[in-house]
């Protein structure tokens, strides 16, 4: 469900604080309020707990896949 038109950031991690997830999301964000990018999805694969970067991504306007 990804549009071929996004631009996908994806991360393989099982710890999303020390493989800088957060950072991911803020970067996204900052792409798409500059709107230099169509669309930017943000794809995590991994074993944490997601609750904190998926309220994260809400907040800042970010789709997480």
Known sequence: R???EAVLMLAVAHNFRLKGIEPLIRAAALLV?????PEVRVLVVGRD????YQLLAEKLGVSIA
């Open 2 to 4: 990804i549009p071929r």
């Open 33 to 37: 309020g500059r709107r230099e990018l």
């Open 49 to 52: 707990n997601p609750v904190r």
